[in-house]
Nanobody, 119 residues
């Protein structure tokens, strides 16, 4: 079974930066399309960013464009989300996800890592 583990969350002041990591085991990481999602208290989970095979194939939620950068290191079986210029509205639990193809729903999910941005 594919396992995904997020790390790197924490507390940061507005304008600061964090880098989230998602380690993947139990599968062939290079074959997975990967994504980041987030869920704030009382709200639905929402898409943040995705990466298919490399940084040449990335997609972002409009509100994070120019601030967040998704990347992956297939040699390390790890996906990253570099978050700069963080805002209080970025506060949420961030989840990584994987899917076997570049289309369709995500098949595997991590347990999440908390990101809190204070004003």
């Amino acid at each position: 079974q594919v396992q995904l583990v997020e790390s790197g969350g924490g507390l940061v002041q507005a304008g600061g930066s964090l880098r989230l990591s998602c380690g993947v085991s139990g599968g062939t990481f290079s074959r997975y399309a990967m994504g980041w999602f987030r869920q704030a208290p009382g709200k639905e989970r929402e898409f943040v960013a995705s990466i298919i095979w490399s940084s040449r194939n990335t997609y972002y939620k409009d509100s994070v464009k120019g601030r967040f950068t998704i990347s992956r290191d297939n040699a390390k079986n790890t996906m990253y989300l570099q978050m700069d210029s963080l805002k209080p509205e970025d506060t949420a639990v961030y989840y990584c996800a994987a899917k076997r193809t570049s289309i369709g729903k995500y098949d595997f999910w991590g347990q999440g890592t908390q990101v809190t941005v204070s004003s």
